[in-house]
């Protein structure tokens, strides 16, 4: 098997979560063919993809808030958050089922932009978004608030609490508010503020994720092949022909079983028989 096999392999049995690191892997390849500027050294995202704060783009082109967190800005973008969302997954997933993870995600994902985009136009600011962090926070403290006394064990540091490792995350997103992609905080923290929301809504007997998943079936039987209806199909057998009757008159049984003794009796004598076998022999003699 060769390594494109073996990746097509994972791909197939590997779960929801392997298949949206494969999407946004997928989808980094892609912008490095159509959207790489290597004169600058970066990526120049179009206005149908990557999320805009300004309305006359996402007013229009409202499928962008849920392709931007399928691209990212950098190797190392991607890098990084596909290693936390692998370990936020496996958390998550370890409680609940591969559709709400999606519709988490989906859901998330969407909730985070909306709230860039209002933040960003209401101060009066400017800018696009591309990234999975809004989505893979959501997953995190989804995982966290379900089950924050989860013991983790981390390289160089031991056990920890997963509250902590969420915590830090969240700080350190707090601590760069103001100075650095403050677009990229905000939708951060609104992806955190979705998954506490989805959980504690889920603990009460209410799971969001049902809309992406009844969405997605919808969409699944409007272009599922309708299945062939029954058909009646008439035949017209012919009476079976009468078997005529044998000629040849069948022994009885007391004659096989007769006929059957004589025989052994002529391969290994009278003394081979049995008790039970001279009595036969000797009745149906009389």
């Known amino acids: 098997m060769n390594i494109l096999d073996d990746l097509k392999l994972q791909y197939k049995i590997g779960g929801i979560a392997l298949r949206v690191i494969y ?3 997928a989808c980094f390849l892609i912008s490095l063919v159509f959207f790489y500027q290597y004169s600058g050294g970066g990526f120049a995202y179009p206005d149908w993809l990557a999320l805009s704060s300004n309305p006359n783009s996402f007013l229009f082109k409202p499928w962008t808030f849920l392709t931007y967190s399928f691209f990212h800005s950098s190797f190392w973008h991607l890098l990084f958050n596909m290693m ?3 370990f936020a997954s496996q958390l998550f997933l370890t409680f609940f089922t591969q559709k709400q993870y999606l519709g988490l995600y989906i859901l998330s994902a969407i ?3 909306i709230v860039f985009a209002l933040s960003y136009y209401f101060l009066n600011y400017s800018a696009s978004i591309v990234g999975a962090s809004a989505a893979i926070m959501a997953i995190l403290v989804a995982a966290t608030t379900y089950q924050p006394l989860m ?3 981390l390289m160089f540091f031991g056990n920890v609490k997963l509250w902590h490792i969420t915590g830090v995350i969240l700080i350190l997103d707090l601590m760069q508010f103001r100075l650095d992609n403050m677009g990229g ?3 951060h923290l609104a992806g955190a503020a979705f998954g506490f929301i989805f959980i504690k809504l889920l603990q009460n007997g209410t799971d969001l994720s049902i809309v992406i998943s009844r969405v997605l079936d919808f969409f699944t039987n409007l272009f599922k092949k309708p299945a062939t209806p029954f058909k009646t199909v008439h035949k017209n057998y012919k009476k079976p022909a009468e078997k005529p009757i044998s000629r040849i ?3 009885d049984k007391t004659q096989q079983q007769i006929d059957e003794i004589l ?3 002529s391969q290994s004598g009278y003394d081979c028989l049995t008790k039970e076998e001279k009595e ?3 009745k149906a003699g009389k």
């Open 23 to 25: 999407w946004n892997v």
């Open 185 to 187: 905080h905000i939708s």
């Open 263 to 265: 025989d052994k009796i």
């Open 249 to 251: 008159v069948t022994k």
């Open 151 to 153: 013991g983790v064990r």
């Open 84 to 86: 936390v969302l692998n």
């Open 111 to 113: 909730f985070a932009g």
């Open 280 to 282: 036969f022999l000797f």
